[in-house]
T-cell receptor, first 116, second 111 residues
Framework: DTEVTQTPKHLVMGMTNKKSLKCEQHMGHRAMYWYKQKAKKPPELMFV???????INESVPSRFSPECPNSSLLNLHLHALQPEDSALYLCASSQDETQILLYEQYFGPGTRLTVT | GDSVTQMEGPVTLSEEAFLTINCTYTATGYPSLFWYVQYPGEGLQLLLK?????DKGSNKGFEATYRKETTSFHLEKGSVQVSDSAVYFCALIQNFNKFYFGSGTKLNVKP
């Protein structure tokens, strides 16, 4: 099983809502990633979790709050978002953050988020 | 800083045509280079990679050679199929920690 699953596929939320994005992998990977991808742009790294600890935060606003409850799950909690936060949010995992050249990153299909 | 520049798309080809998507990079040191593909409605998939100069990555008929002298990693395929229609991202990684993606090139292959 080389699959990373993400739910929901689509999410529409207002600026005062609180919602969460979920990501799951069962490949035994110990590194998990959140990326943001705007239309016709490349993915931009947001967060990296390594062995369930946050190892990289790319200066992401606090209205995005990641959580890694266990080695298979990664959540992204959303609160008080702005319309410009509308994007495709991609989750990825790899066997080990430090061996990124040896171990491929597997991406999920993404959650298409629209903030109204 | 480190960066990747790709040719602008979209690139439209007929089936069985030859494909080249140009990619050049700017980096200090010796990065590793990648091509990722994103099919409509899906996440990114690693297509091929090269970790040192003169390495050739290949997969599914696609090839790219790491050219240090021209700082390039152009993607080629001898005969494209309709199923190759997707967005292709060139990327580099250095110091084992962060990907730098190019802006992506959309490929449309017509029957």
């Amino acid at each position: 099983d080389t699959e990373v699953t993400q739910t929901p596929k689509h999410l529409v939320m207002g600026m005062t809502n609180k919602k969460s994005l979920k990501c799951e992998q069962h490949m035994g990977h110990r590194a998990m990633y959140w990326y943001k991808q705007k239309a016709k742009k490349p993915p931009e790294l947001m967060f990296v979790y390594s062995y369930e600890k946050l190892s990289i935060n790319e200066s992401v606003p606090s209205r995005f709050s990641p959580e890694c409850p266990n080695s298979s799950l990664l959540n992204l909690h959303l609160h008080a978002l702005q319309p410009e936060d509308s994007a495709l949010y991609l989750c990825a995992s790899s066997q080990d953050e430090t061996q990124i050249l040896l171990y491929e990153q597997y991406f999920g299909p993404g959650t298409r988020l629209t903030v109204t | 800083g480190d960066s990747v520049t790709q040719m602008e798309g979209p690139v439209t080809l007929s089936e069985e045509a030859f494909l080249t998507i140009n990619c050049t990079y700017t980096a200090t040191g010796y990065p590793s280079l990648f091509w990722y593909v994103q099919y409509p409605g899906e996440g990114l998939q690693l297509l091929l990679k090269a970790t040192k100069a003169d390495d050739k990555g290949s997969n599914k008929g696609f090839e790219a050679t790491y050219r240090k002298e021209t700082t390039s990693f152009h993607l080629e395929k001898g005969s494209v199929q309709v199923s190759d229609s997707a967005v292709y991202f060139c990327a580099l990684i250095q110091n084992f920690n962060k990907f730098y993606f190019g802006s992506g090139t959309k490929l449309n292959v017509k029957p």
